[in-house]
């Protein structure tokens, strides 16, 4: 399981090349884990309700 702390860091990697290359390291349950938090934060994004 990756944790929203983790999922957070991934996404904002600033280098593209290392972000691919640990999201392609990822088991896919990491992966699963890692796109809900990743639409969750987005959905929350767009409905005005930032994560707190």
């Not at 702390?5 to 390291?25: G, L, Y």
Request: aromatic residues 2%.
């Amino acid at each position: 399981m990756i944790t929203s702390q983790k999922a957070m860091q991934i996404m904002f990697e600033p280098d593209a090349e290392k972000r691919n290359s640990i999201i392609d390291a990822l088991s896919e349950q990491s992966a699963k884990d890692l796109l809900k938090i990743c639409l969750k934060m987005v959905s929350e994004q767009l409905r005005g309700n930032p994560e707190k």
